[in-house]
T-cell receptor, first 113, second 113 residues
Framework: DQQVKQNSPSLSVQEGRISILNCDYTNSMFDYFLWYKKYPAEGPTFLISISSIKDKNEDGRFTVFLNKSAKHLSLHIVPSQPGDSAVYFCAASGKTGANNLFFGTGTRLTVIP | NAGVTQTPKFQVLKTGQSMTLQCAQDMNHNSMYWYRQDPGMGLRLIYYSASEGTTDKGEVPNGYNVSRLNKREFSLRLESAAPSQTSVYFC????????????FGEGSWLTVV
């Protein structure tokens, strides 16, 4: 059963506009959330993270928002650039002692020049 | 600046053959992981090693074995390959502990015919 869900398999956005990628989770024990970016034929690379004690974390053009009551997080990219075109994975970990990540199925972002 | 290095990058196996995927990290990380990525499934944890000398099963361990050879190296073995094990395999490492970021290798493409 998928504990981390990304319900949009793909998203297309015009260059310069905002990209919003969404992620939902079911396990209330998750307390650390990450976004990874993946280009074809490469491994996922870490993008940004947020702890459950925060509701927002910003790093340059990337902002992650966390709504714990809704068990929902989102990644905002502003402004979107063609180089942002990739698959984005949401991931979560929690107080399980296993210190591993649970991943969503990914959203393919295409930024149109 | 190697990070996480895994070999081989590509491999074709016949059903029933065995092989070992090798992984090494040079970041002095305590924890290491093996994930597989399949279309529409995101990344799923096969096995992990929280620290040198320990290994534990993840979500999809059946058909695999692992060895944490030392702090740097974590290998994944397929004893009798099956077509269902056709996938992209990612090795990863992290400093360990809760709320930590996992860093991935570039992936190994395995096809079992």
């Amino acid at each position: 059963d998928q504990q981390v869900k990304q319900n949009s398999p793909s998203l297309s956005v015009q260059e310069g506009r905002i990209s919003i990628l969404n992620c939902d989770y079911t396990n209330s024990m998750f307390d650390y959330f990450l976004w990874y970016k993946k280009y074809p034929a490469e491994g996922p690379t870490f993008l940004i993270s947020i702890s459950s004690i925060k509701d927002k974390n910003e790093d340059g053009r990337f902002t992650v928002f966390l709504n714990k009551s809704a068990k929902h997080l989102s990644l905002h990219i502003v402004p979107s650039q063609p180089g942002d075109s990739a698959v984005y994975f949401c991931a979560a970990s929690g107080k399980t002692g296993a210190n591993n990540l649970f991943f969503g199925t990914g959203t393919r972002l295409t930024v149109i020049p | 600046n190697a990070g996480v290095t895994q070999t081989p990058k590509f491999q074709v196996l016949k059903t029933g053959q065995s092989m070992t995927l090798q992984c090494a990290q040079d970041m002095n990380h305590n924890s290491m992981y093996w994930y597989r990525q399949d279309p529409g499934m995101g990344l799923r944890l096969i096995y992990y090693s929280a620290s040198e000398g320990t290994t534990d099963k993840g979500e999809v361990p059946n058909g695999y074995n692992v060895s944490r050879l030392n702090k740097r190296e974590f290998s994944l073995r397929l004893e009798s390959a099956a077509p269902s094990q056709t996938s992209v395999y990612f090795c990863a490492s992290s400093p360990g502990g809760l709320g930590n970021t996992i860093y991935f290798g570039e992936g190994s493409w395995l096809t079992v015919v």
